[in-house]
């Protein structure tokens, strides 16, 4: 079967990929449609670390294929997007209904694919640009059939994040204020999340003046051209004053992190999405956090995800939540290199790949 591997140096598109057949508490989907998150592209640039030779994506949805003994939740036949979060359902974490912090979710990749001889890796337990992947029961999520595969692939990683972020994370209330900096895949479903929240005042910042559309369509009710501006923080504060309620860094620069701190208003917290190197350091004005403000750390959008992809799978049919503006182009698998030269460029929100 067709996949896309990385082997430290290089991805490249396969033809000779297999997959080990679902065991206890596990289910084999194909995959209909992937995503090409930013955290991909990191793995490819070296920004997360990650063990070689692996099997890339972690945002697809499918169809279920064949499922492992005691799996009772889906069947072959149903139609699943896929989380990349395969927690155990027993830890104390799990119990208290955050599957996020499972420490059996974090660092511990197997090993299902083969390519010849060699054993290749599972990246975030899920693998979504294979035909075919094998997944723990608890990633795959039951959707409606008629979502279309390309949208309903990202309800797994780019939604759950961004409007995680915003309504279990930050929980943004009504009438509040929140500024976006990145206006790209994530940042996008923050936006939506705050105007979800019933957010007043939605700002959202880039440097590129094109998704200025975008991001207004999405929920922005401001726009600040990073790139035209010498000052992005007083732009911002021409919007807001005294500052925000929330903000939210989408980008992974410790440069936004100094700003993201410096916008906030009294009571106010900052929520970082975006991953930096993982040695990198940031800094801020201690005296400035004495006013009751935070600094967030946010995994996964602090998901759960059988419930949350449903949640949003509701929104999206009530027109409620945006799934099909997000797909900006899609992708046969076999053109992966110009998906991802299309991200790294910032010329697409979300690039799918179709299997």
Known sequence: MRGVIFDGKASQVVTDLEVRDPGPGEVLVGIRAA????????????????????????????VVEAVGDGVSHVAPGDHVAL??????????????GRPTMCRQAIGRPGRPFRRGGTRLFHFASNSAFAERTVVS?????????????????????????????????ARVGHGESVV???AGGIGLNV??????????????????????????????????????????????????????????????STGLIRQAVDLLDRHGQAVL?????????????????????????????????????????????????????LVTRTYPVEDFAEAVADAEAGRVARGVLLF
Do not use: W
């Open 191 to 252: 936006l939506q999340g705050a105007r979800i929240a019933g957010a007043t005042t939605i700002v959202a910042v880039d440097a590129n003046p094109a998704k200025e559309a975008a991001a207004r369509q999405f929920g922005a009710t401001h726009f600040v051209d990073a790139s035209a501006e010498p000052d992005t923080v007083a732009a911002v504060r021409a919007v807001l004053p005294t500052g925000a309620d929330h903000t939210f860094e989408c980008v992974g």
């Open 137 to 169: 029961a608890v990633q795959a999520v039951k959707i409606p059939a008629d979502l279309p595969m390309a949208s309903a692939a990202l309800l797994g990683c780019g939604v759950l994040t961004g409007v995680g972020a915003v309504l279990n994370r």
């Open 273 to 325: 999405l975006g991953v930096p190197p993982a040695d990198a350091e940031a800094s801020f004005l201690v005296s400035s956090m004495y006013l009751d403000k935070s600094i967030l750390g946010c995994r996964y959008g602090s998901s759960r995800p059988q419930r949350d992809i449903a949640r949003y799978a509701a929104l999206y049919r009530a027109g409620r939540l945006l799934l099909d503006e």
């Open 35 to 62: 995503g090409l998150c930013h955290s991909d592209v990191s793995v490819l640039d070296g920004t997360i670390p990650f063990p070689v030779p692996v099997v890339l994506g972690h945002e697809g949805a499918g």
């Open 180 to 182: 976006v900096l990145g």
């Open 83 to 96: 989380s990349t979060l395969a927690n155990c359902g027993t830890c104390a974490e799990c119990d208290r």
